[in-house]
Every structure is written in structure tokens, then in C-alpha cells.
């Protein structure tokens, strides 16, 4: 195998016809350009330099070759050009995993600007609960996960926030609590409650909220779906934490000093996969469109 550099030294000597010139032109030693070339050299088989006084000449070998290297740093430099070239191309396919809150509340805009922007790209979105998207990232099944944030971190996952997003605590308009000026968190906890799944960041936040004063909220449905949560909470089956996008004028906001609930949304990928240059641009997209904490 010839050395890139062995090769790439032997034309700048042949141009220059010294080795100290060809090492100041390459950024290096004298003693370094003499070791490249006796390397090529020793590879080829054959003398490509005669060295008489302080002058260097090709030989018949070196003579011959000197076309044949010139060719091949062209097509190296070809090659570079055209990697950079497909490097600033968006297109290829993205895999993006998110939320059905997220997906109908928050990437809409970007979603159409990525499209107008990059229409050689192609988005393919799986709509799951951000638990799941999670896991799509961490498995390789999706390059990006737009989700809620996980307050855990973990060093394989890259996550950055981009929107925040306050949780409301609601009831229904013939809630006992409705008409309080205040609510506490031991007036709360002894009331009904509708909220996500276990497993789900959110979920995890509130307990996490009620847990620090030594309390549990008292759950009676649980149900990942933010919109049948509101539906819930109007037909008066509890209170629940919903972001403000869900809040109507059918629902009642408590002022609860006590419990201030945000959840964190953005963007993940894995940290050993190379992002492509559609994730990268999507990324930014986001970050313009949303607020960036």
C-alpha cells in the first residue's frame, strides 16, 4: 500500500527539486521528507531521486511516476470536494420518534418549514408516548426524539431542552376545590385524581412534587392521552396537570403555591451515532422556531 503523504511529499520534492523546500512547504522537517521518501521508496522497489550535491533530480523511475501521482492526489482532492459537497446536502431520509402532544402542539411549524426548506429530505415520524421515543433513540430505531425531557440523565443520550412547558392543576367547574383562593398540596392530595401512566416523565415529576412533603396524590384513572385527561377532569372524575394548551374555559386553574410542575421539552440523540446533516439542520429549525432554554 503507498502512503497518501509519502506520495503527496514525492511530488513536492519533484516540483520543488529540494527536500528542505518541499519540508517548509509541507510544514515539516528536512530529516521528516527524506523518511517518506525512502519509505516510498522501499515500497516501490526502485530509486526515485538522485541526490548529486545539493541538487535533487528524478530518475527514470521517479520520471515515470510522477504523472501517475499527480493523478492520484487529483482524484483525492476529487473525492474530498465531492464529500463536502454531499456533506452540505440535506437530504436522505430523517427518523424522528415524538409525542402526540408534542407532535400537534408544538412541530407543526417546523415540520412545514423543514419541508419547504430541504424537499430532498424525507421525514418519517412515529407518533408514540415520549417514553417510547425515548427508547426508539436509545435503540438506533429513530436519529431524533422530540419528547418530554427525563429529569434522569444518562450518559448515552444527548438531550436538549427547547420549549418549557408549565403544568396547570385543574378540576371542574363543580369541583369542591373550584371556588378556593388557595390550594394546598394536603388539600389537593385528599382529592381524586386523574393523571399519565407510571412510567411516564410526567407522572413522575408530580409524584416526585407531592413527594417532597411526604404525600401521594390519590389516582384514580391513569391515561397517557393529554386530551381524554381534560375530558376526564371536565366530566368531574378528579383533578389533573395539563399543560396550558389544554386548558379551556370549561376547566378551573387552582392557584396552588405549593406545586409548580414544569416539564422541560426538546430534542434527543444518541451520542455515539453520527448525526446526519437532515438531523443537524432539523435541530436548528427547532431551535429558531422554539424558545431555546
Known sequence: MIDI?????FIKVAETGSFSEAGDQLFVTQPAISKRVASLENSLGVKLFDRIGRQVQLTEAGIRLLPKARK?????????????????????????????????????????????DFPSAHLEIEFVQSEEAYQDVLKGRAELGIITLSNKENPLIESLPIWSDPLTCVVSKDHPLAHYDNVSLIELAQHACVLPNKNTFTRQIAEQAFGKQGLKPQVRMNTNNLETLAMLVNIGWGWSLLPSTLVDDRLVVLNLPDLNVERKLGVIHHKQRTLSRAAIAFIELLKSDGTSL
Open 72 to 116: 492520484m492526489a487529483e482524484d483525492l482532492q476529487d473525492i474530498k470536494r465531492s464529500m463536502t459537497l454531499q456533506m452540505q446536502d440535506v437530504s436522505g431520509e430523517l427518523r424522528i420518534s415524538t409525542g402526540h402532544h408534542i407532535g400537534l402542539h408544538r412541530l407543526p411549524k417546523s415540520l412545514k418549514r423543514f419541508q419547504e
Open 5 to 9: 503523504a509519502e506520495l503527496l511529499t
